[in-house]
Nanobody, 124 residues
């Protein structure tokens, strides 16, 4: 019923940019906090960035602060991740997630719904 579908992944050179999108269906999108996570081979899933219901607040991992931007369009039920100045260490499968209650933090992975993920590869 609930679907979060990411798109926009691909391969880019270090220093390049990429924009990911996540389309949500089956939920009242505007009332959910949204987050982006990533998981590289052999590593645990880690938080990338999050955004509040009305986009009044955003929160980022220190590793991407200043390079990545999370935005959302509640009219289109989408959340995006603009990634600039990409580094090889950004290579991972990127997933979007949704949760109804913020809880203690954005960074925690206690989200209600998760997307399948899209591969981002940054080559050097």
């Amino acid at each position: 019923q609930v679907q979060l579908v990411e798109s926009g992944g691909g391969e880019v050179q270090a220093g390049g940019s990429l924009r990911l999108s996540c389309a949500a269906s089956g939920i009242t999108f505007r009332i959910y906090y949204m987050g982006w996570f990533r998981q590289a081979p052999g590593k645990e899933r880690e938080f990338v960035g999050g955004i509040s219901r009305t986009a009044s607040t955003t929160y980022y991992a220190s590793s991407v602060e200043g390079r990545f931007t999370v935005s959302r369009d509640n009219a289109k039920n989408t959340v995006s991740l603009q990634m600039n100045s990409l580094k090889p260490e950004d290579t991972a499968v990127y997933s979007c997630a949704a949760k109804y209650y913020l809880g203690s933090r954005y960074v925690g992975d206690e989200y209600n719904y998760w997307g399948q993920g899209t591969q981002v590869t940054v080559s050097s």
